[in-house]
C-alpha cells in the first residue's frame, strides 16, 4: 500500500488534497498539529509514533528523525539490497512527502518577537525529511508547497502516478526552499553576533516579476526582492496605474528614491538614465517641482519624478503637459489621479514609506566571476556650517545653503561628477566623465545656459572627489561660481586654494568623498 507522510505548518489546501490521497488508497501518516487537523476533518490518519515505536520527546524537537521515516524516504526502489534492508528492519517505503517548514520568516517579521521564540522557529525534522525525499526523487514525490498540490493531483488522476519529470521539478524547488531557508536562518544569526565579513555569503532572494527584457531587447532579465524587504524600498511601492516597469525603470527609480531620501524639506527629483537631471526645493511640493523642472526642462522628457509630499491636483496640472516614464510620490490625491490616469502608459507608484529613511545595509554588485559587497552611501546629517575654509574666505550663509544642496546631490551622480545649484536648486549637472574639469565644463555651460533666468549670482559647485589639479577651480573661478565645496585631500590641493583665495571666494572641504560608480 503506498504511503504518505504529511506534517504541514501551512495547512492550506491540505484537508482536501489529503483526502484526495487517502481516496487514491494512499496510506497517510502524520504529526502534532497536522495529524490533529486530518483527523478532525474525517480522514485516516497513522500517528508517526505509530510508526517510529517512539514517542516525540523534546518538546516535539524531535520526532520524525528516525530511521523507520528517513530509511523508508531514502531506500532505492531499483536497488534490492536497499528494498531487503528496510524490510529486514520492518521499515516501509515512504512514496508521498507533503512537508511545508516552520516559519521562521514569518516569525522574524513579528514585532518584538523574542531571539528564544525565534530559535524554536529552526525547522530541523522538516528540512530533513524533505531533502531525504528530494534525493531519492527517482521514486519519491515530494511537495514543499501547497501551490505544488493540484499538479500532484493532476498527474495521478491521468496517469495513476507522478512523472518523474514532475518529481524532479518538486525536488529542485525543495533545494531551494531549503537553500533559502537556512539562508535567512544564517543571515539573522550572523547578524546576532555582527559579524561583518563571513568567510562565506549566502543571498537570497524571492521573484517579483519577470521582465520583458533586461537593459537591452536581447537580455532576458528578472526582479527578484529580498524576503525581509526595507519598507522605504521600490519593492514596496504599489503600482497605481501603467505599463510594467522595465529593468531600466527599476533602476532609475531606485536611484531616484536614493537621491530624494537626502532631503526632508518639500523636494521634487527629476532623473535620467540613472543620473539627476533637476532636483528643486521649496516651501511647497508644487513650487519644488516648478524648480526642478526649470533646472533642466529638457532633459526631463521621459524621465522619473519623485516628490517627497502628496501629489495633488495643481501638481498634476503642472506634470500633465510633460512626457515621463514613472512618477513615484508617498501619496496621490483622488484629483491628482482623475488627471494623470488619462496618460494610460505613464506609471504612478505609491510609496507610504516616506518617513523611514535607508538604514544602514550592504549592497552587492556583480563582476564575472564574483560579487561587491560594500555598506550603502546612505543619507547622513549635512551641517555645511560645520564644514572648515580650505582657504581665507568662509561661506557666507545663503553659500552654505547652496553647498548643503549641491553636496547631497553629487553624492549620487555618476563620478567624475560636478553639480553646480544655488540654494533651491541645480542647475548644472556634469556626470560620469573621465577627468573632473570636463565634468565642470558640462555642469557651468549648462547651468550658464539655462534659458529660465533663475539666480545665476550665487553659483556654487560640488565636486563628489577631490580636485586633482588647479584647472577645475580656475575655470569655475572663470565663469563667475561664487563657492566651492569638495572632500580634499589632493597633494595639489594648496593650488586650488591659491587660486579661490585670488579672487576672494570660499572653498569647503567636507573629508568624505562620494564616488559613484
Known amino acids: 500500500m503506498p504511503r504518505a507522510l504529511i506534517s504541514v505548518s501551512n495547512k492550506e489546501g491540505i484537508v482536501e488534497f489529503a483526502r484526495f490521497l487517502q481516496e487514491q488508497g494512499i496510506e497517510i501518516i502524520s504529526t502534532g498539529g497536522t495529524l490533529a487537523c486530518l483527523e478532525e476533518a474525517g480522514i485516516d490518519v497513522l500517528a508517526v509514533e505509530a510508526v517510529t515505536e517512539f514517542p516525540e520527546i523534546l518538546d516535539g524537537r524531535v520526532k520524525t528523525l528516525h530511521p523507520k521515516i528517513h530509511g523508508g524516504l531514502l531506500a532505492r526502489r531499483d536497488l534490492p539490497a536497499h528494498m531487503e534492508a528496510i524490510a529486514s528492519h520492518g521499515i516501509e517505503a515512504i512514496d508521498y512527502v507533503v512537508v511545508n517548514l516552520y516559519p521562521f520568516k514569518e516569525t522574524l517579521q513579528t514585532p518584538e518577537v523574542s531571539h528564544t521564540e525565534l530559535i524554536e522557529q529552526i525547522d530541523i525534522g522538516g528540512p530533513s525529511m524533505i531533502r531525504s525525499a528530494a534525493k531519492n526523487y527517482a521514486s519519491v514525490t515530494v511537495i514543499c508547497d501547497p501551490a505544488d498540490y493540484s499538479k500532484v493531483q493532476a498527474e495521478i488522476e491521468s496517469q495513476g502516478a507522478t512523472s518523474l519529470d514532475l518529481r524532479a521539478k518538486l525536488a529542485a ?45 536581447h537580455q532576458a532579465a528578472s526582479f527578484y526582492q529580498e524576503l525581509l524587504p526595507a ?7 504599489k503600482q497605481l496605474q501603467g505599463k510594467e516597469l522595465s529593468y531600466n525603470n527599476i533602476k532609475d527609480a531606485d536611484a531616484a528614491l536614493r537621491i530624494i531620501a537626502e532631503f526632508d524639506e518639500p523636494t521634487a527629483v527629476a532623473l535620467k538614465h540613472m543620473n539627476p537631471c533637476g532636483v528643486g526645493r521649496a516651501s511647497t511640493i508644487e513650487e519644488a517641482f516648478e524648480r526642478c523642472f526649470q533646472a533642466d526642462s529638457q532633459s526631463i522628457y521621459g524621465g522619473i519624478v519623485v516628490f517627497n509630499q502628496p501629489v495633488t491636483l495643481a501638481l498634476a496640472e503642472a506634470l500633465k503637459p510633460i512626457f515621463l516614464e514613472i512618477i513615484i510620490a508617498p501619496h496621490f490625491d483622488e484629483e491628482a489621479l482623475a488627471i494623470l490616469s488619462k496618460k494610460k502608459n505613464l506609471r504612478l507608484l505609491e510609496l507610504p514609506h516616506f518617513d523611514k529613511k535607508p538604514e544602514a545595509s550592504k549592497e552587492y554588485v556583480s563582476v564575472m566571476g564574483g560579487l561587491l559587497v560594500q555598506d550603502q552611501d546612505i543619507p547622513q546629517a549635512v551641517d555645511a556650517s560645520s564644514w572648515p575654509a580650505m582657504g581665507k574666505v568662509e561661506a557666507k550663509d545663503d553659500q552654505a545653503q547652496a553647498l548643503e544642496l549641491a553636496w547631497k546631490v553629487v553624492k549620487h551622480v555618476k563620478s567624475n561628477a560636478i553639480v553646480v545649484a544655488n540654494s533651491v536648486q541645480t542647475l548644472g549637472i556634469g556626470a560620469g566623465q573621465m577627468n573632473r574639469v570636463g565634468a565642470a565644463h558640462l555642469a557651468v555651460e549648462q547651468a550658464l545656459a539655462n534659458p529660465h533666468g533663475l539666480d545665476k549670482t550665487q553659483l556654487v559647485l560640488a565636486s563628489d572627489a577631490y580636485l586633482p589639479m588647479a584647472d577645475t577651480a580656475e575655470y569655475a573661478v572663470s565663469q563667475g561660481i561664487q563657492a566651492i565645496v569638495q572632500p580634499s585631500g589632493s597633494i595639489h590641493d594648496e593650488d586650488s586654494i591659491k587660486v579661490v583665495d585670488q579672487v576672494g571666494i570660499p572653498m569647503v572641504k567636507t573629508g568624505i568623498r562620494h564616488f559613484r560608480h
Open 173 to 217: 524547488k525543495v533545494f531551494r526552499q531549503t537553500a533559502q531557508y537556512d539562508a535567512l536562518i544564517a543571515q539573522y544569526l550572523t547578524e546576532q553576533v555582527h559579524e561583518e565579513q563571513p568567510e562565506s555569503l549566502t543571498l537570497t532572494y524571492q521573484l517579483k516579476q519577470e521582465l520583458r527584457y533586461g537593459e537591452n531587447s
Open 231 to 237: 519598507p522605504y524600498s521600490l519593492v514596496e511601492a
